[in-house]
């Protein structure tokens, strides 16, 4: 079975809401306007991974294994 690993590095991300817009419910952002991954974030492969290839900063990191 396939696992995948949705990382937000928050020491890239300057909080562009890009992730949060082009993958609505996968991310949020913190009370500090830095990104997270919802418990959601899996279920919408396609719109987490146009978000990693859209990010500004490259902050988003989907890594696929299994
Ligand atoms: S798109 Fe990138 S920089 Fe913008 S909020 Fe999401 S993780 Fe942060």
């Known amino acids: 079975?396939?696992?995948?690993?949705?990382?937000?590095?928050?020491?890239?991300?300057?909080?562009s809401a890009t992730c949060v817009v082009v993958a609505a419910g996968?991310?949020?952002l913190d009370e500090h306007d830095r990104s997270e991954p919802?418990?959601?974030a899996g279920?919408?492969?396609?719109?987490?991974?146009?978000?990693?290839?859209?990010?500004?900063?490259a902050a988003i990191?989907?890594?696929r294994s299994g």
């Open 1 to 15: 079975m396939t696992t995948v690993d949705i990382t937000v590095d928050k020491d890239r991300c300057v909080g």
């Open 61 to 63: 990191r989907v890594v």
């Open 38 to 40: 919802t418990s959601q």
């Open 26 to 28: 996968s991310f949020v």
């Open 43 to 57: 279920s919408d492969l396609d719109g987490v991974e146009q978000a990693e290839q859209l990010c500004p900063t």
